[in-house]
């Protein structure tokens, strides 16, 4: 039975290679429509590209609860831009689908 591969554990590392370090700073997007649950899987990303000098904004429900939460993860620094997103019972009632073609959620709102 052949045996399974073995890896060399001295060149396992968590941290980036020397030339993603230098990389120049860039401007990186996170967009989300409703729901803590969209947002809480992304801090630690939000968080690792702060620290490696990026800059971060986040375009999501202009519900304050969202920037509160950053700000309790130590994520002050995300750029939040609260954009109106259709109510979670009206989106229900029209279906994802059809809103997509009106460009998603994050576009949609009831006047």
């Known amino acids: ?3 399974a591969p073995t890896t060399d554990e001295s060149k396992m590392t968590s941290r980036p290679p020397d030339d993603i370090k230098k990389m120049e700073p860039r401007h990186i997007a996170f967009a ?3 729901g803590m ?3 809480k899987p992304m801090m630690p990303y939000m968080g690792e590209m702060l620290a490696r000098g ?3 904004t986040l375009f999501c429900s202009n519900d304050p609860i969202f920037r509160l939460e950053l700000e309790k ?3 002050s620094k995300v ?3 609260g ?3 259709m109510k979670i019972e009206e989106f229900m009632k029209k279906s994802f ?3 997509l073609p009106q460009g998603g959620p994050l576009f949609v709102s009831e006047p």
Do not use: A
Request: aromatic share 4%; no cysteine; glycine share 8%.
């Open 97 to 99: 689908v059809s809103t």
């Open 54 to 56: 990026h800059n971060v």
């Open 1 to 3: 039975m052949p045996k």
């Open 32 to 34: 989300f429509s409703q």
């Open 83 to 85: 954009v109106e997103v």
């Open 37 to 39: 649950g969209h947002l």
């Open 73 to 75: 993860e130590g994520l």
């Open 79 to 81: 750029l939040v831009i």
